[in-house]
């Protein structure tokens, strides 16, 4: 059984920076497609960006393309994403998803994703 659990949210000021990780426990991650969701209150969840289970392809919401970067490590069994240039629009509870298949499409649907993380705030203020 795959659990993920987000870590890294936090406040932080418009124009800056922000690391977000995610653990994978109960089983290797490297056969999944792996992405990043969020939701605001009030708001449904949307496709942030995704990685295929190679690495060799990602994809990313036209939102936050150019300041978000989504990385793997296959050693520690971790997903991660790099946020820069942040926003106050991109407040929201980000959370870590896998996909059995190991795709990664442009749209980032999350009925495609099948295992889910618990979410970690992410406040952009000042």
């Known amino acids: 059984q795959l659990q993920l659990v987000e870590s890294g949210g936090g406040l932080v000021q418009p124009g800056g920076s922000l690391s977000l990780s995610c653990a994978a426990s109960g089983s290797r991650l490297d056969s999944f497609g792996v992405g990043w969701f969020r939701q605001a209150p009030g708001k449904e969840r949307e496709g942030v960006a995704c990685i295929s289970s190679s690495g060799a392809s990602t994809n990313y919401a036209d939102s936050v393309k150019g300041r978000f970067i989504i990385t793997r490590d296959y050693a520690k069994n971790t997903l991660h994403l790099q946020m820069n240039s942040l926003l106050p629009e991109d407040t929201a509870v980000y959370y870590c998803?896998?996909?059995?298949?190991?795709?990664?499409?442009?749209?980032?649907?999350?009925?495609?994703?099948?295992?889910w993380g618990q979410g970690t705030q992410v406040t952009v203020s000042s």
């Open positions: 998803a896998a996909e059995y298949l190991g795709g990664c499409t442009r749209t980032i649907a999350r009925q495609h994703f099948d295992y």
